[in-house]
């Protein structure tokens, strides 16, 4: 049954999707884009709207994911029942994993804080996220977020760049940016 095969999906990502949303972005594609359940361009469009939604990325592509799977995989399972059974239910078992997991964690870890091992696996955690994070930046590239033009990707590149420096050098507010690469892409393309 779908909601068995969304359950274990989740439950693989919600235990090994370390270092937040963005770095797990690799896994949730391939383990729900891979299975056929949606398309690489409905998983494209699932992050856009994941970002622009209040709360973590990875929760909220799991709520829609599991909105639109089930009428994605049959459409036996494309009344409103369905989607917001799958929607509770892939939240639940991606965020449950982390939750016992900090709550088991927490008490060894304020009672071991100083320890040499302790601050070594954070010390060596923090390569393998930024790794995880390039990672999604990498899947992120593609014909469906830039175009499969070169001149539509030579304007997208500018238009990150240009968002970067406005942030970054002259202290835009990132809404601001964020309003504004939009109208700029809507212009150009």
């Known amino acids: 049954m779908i909601y068995l095969r969304l359950i274990w999906a989740y439950l693989k990502i919600g235990l090994f999707g370390f270092g937040g949303g963005y770095a797990m972005l690799a896994l949730i594609e391939r383990e729900i884009v891979g299975p056929g359940w949606i398309s690489g361009q409905m998983f494209t469009d699932i992050v856009a709207i994941s970002q622009m939604t209040p709360g973590p990325i990875g929760i909220n592509s799991a709520t829609y994911i599991g909105y639109v799977a089930p009428a994605e995989y049959s459409e036996a399972f494309s009344s409103l029942a369905f989607g917001i059974l799958g929607s509770v239910l892939c939240t639940l078992v ?24 302790v601050k070594g696996i954070f010390a060596g955690l923090r390569p393998v996220v930024v790794g995880l994070i390039a990672s999604a930046a990498l899947l992120l590239m593609n014909g469906a977020n830039f175009g499969e033009e070169c001149s539509q990707v030579a304007w997208s590149i500018a238009i990150c760049l240009a968002a970067f420096l406005m942030v970054y050098k002259f202290r835009f507010h990132p809404i601001l940016i964020i309003c504004l690469a939009g109208v700029a892409g809507w212009l150009i393309y």
């Open 94 to 117: 991606v965020v449950l994993p982390s939750f016992v997991l900090v709550a088991y964690t927490s008490h060894l870890i304020r009672r071991h804080k100083d320890s040499v091992v």
